[in-house]
């Protein structure tokens, strides 16, 4: 029976192969700022002070905040159609 190298070994086969963090986790099914903590011994969330790259991304991608979502615009327009005053004022009446 043989097993699998250690999980650092791995990741340092794929870091020396080209991969970065994320891909290097990614492919190993890492949660990437973990894999960044195996090899290092470092959490990537920017703590220790000899980072001389940011690894924040790693830990904490940068958030998504849509400006716009198609059920609130769906739900602003039945809310408008069904209000008695937008129907006036969309008749142009006062």
Do not use: K
Request: glycine share 8%; aromatic share 4%.
């Amino acid at each position: 029976m043989t097993s699998d190298p250690p999980v650092h070994d791995r990741l340092q086969l794929l870091l020396l192969g080209g991969a970065d963090y994320r891909a290097a986790a990614e492919q190993l099914g890492l949660p990437h700022g973990l894999a960044y903590l195996v090899v290092t011994g470092h959490a990537a969330d920017g703590s220790h002070a000899d980072n001389l790259v940011s690894t924040q991304d790693l830990v904490n991608p940068p958030a998504h905040n849509p400006t716009t979502n198609d059920v609130v615009r769906g739900w602003i327009r039945q809310r408008a159609r069904s209000d008695q005053q937008m129907q006036s004022v969309d008749r142009g009446e006062r």
